[in-house]
């Protein structure tokens, strides 16, 4: 049933404590609305108490999360979900958790407003949750790290993020994926840095090679729709052979397999540096600006923009 745990700050690994209050918190009253987004039925489920201008900034909310998870799978990744919204106090988004990739609970302030919910990150993270299978074997890396890095591309593409800041957020965040001494590959290793951020490099190369052996014709994308179409969500799990094998097969080229292979056991390390420069990618003042002659420029405006390279 655990599939994550996701709280306000990224610097919350798991906490039992959140994770039992929120299954047992469930005394008030209820009631439930519907809205239809990608071919889903989304039910959000509130307490009777929130008002109605409360309501239609979760609505609003909501609608942002889905869209940005319909950029990348091309429409919502199951059929049904419930999205169980529980107040708290004070104007921010507060922990989310998926479960069985049916059902999302997460905390959001009573004082929210528009404009704090066009900014929240956690409930596009837990969406991408429902659409990805669970692993064995403490492979939390790969459901964690999928949801890290596909979030901020996701959320460009609809519309609600700068590809500036998604940029800004990646360089932040990846060194803390970084394997540290004593690392014994991603498989092996499942500390915070290495769940989520060591994750999300993962995917990161995985994209930009399937991207570079493809000429931009293919991606991620295809490899997570693949995935989803076979049934894969989050109410199954798979192992992460079937799960590579899976994407692959969407690709044509064994990508993920090999990546794995390499950074499954193995604590390889990523030179940033030499990657950003690669897509064009440069810190200046406390801002990010672009190069459009870098040899991954094209790569670095396709992930963002969820169009192929040639386009
Ligand atoms: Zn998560």
Known sequence: M?????????????????????????????????????????????????????????????????????????????KQVTIDVRMASGDRVGGGRTWNGRLIRIRVG?????????????????????????????????????????????RARAGN???????????????????????????????????????????????????RKTGNHKSLDDALRAIAAEGGDGSQTWSSERIFRRGDAAIGQPILEKLHERMGDRPESTDLDALWQQLGIIQRRGTVVFNDDAPLAGIRRALTSGKSGRQ
């Open 110 to 154: 009573s004082e929210v407003t528009r404009a704090i919910l066009r900014s929240d990150w956690v409930l596009t993270h837990e969406m991408f949750h429902l659409g990805f299978p669970d692993t064995p074997n403490d492979l939390d890396w790969m459901g964690e790290g999928l949801s890290t890095y596909m979030e901020p591309l996701a």
């Open 161 to 211: 993020l700068s590809d500036e800041a998604v940029w800004a957020s990646m360089i932040d965040g990846l060194p803390k994926g970084l394997p540290a001494a004593g690392d014994q590959g991603l498989d092996h290793t499942p500390t915070w840095g290495r769940t989520y951020w060591g994750g999300a490099l993962f995917w990161l190369l995985a994209d930009i090679e399937i991207r």
């Open 2 to 78: 655990k599939i994550s745990s996701d709280a306000q700050s990224r610097i919350v690994f798991v906490c039992v404590l959140t994770c039992l209050l929120t299954q047992t918190a469930c005394a008030e009253e209820t009631t439930d609305s519907s809205l239809t987004a990608g071919g889903a039925a989304i039910t959000i489920r509130l307490p009777k108490s929130a008002s109605d201008a409360f309501r239609k900034l979760v609505d609003a909310w909501v609608r942002d999360a889905a869209d940005a998870v319909i950029a990348v799978y091309g429409r919502y990744p199951v």
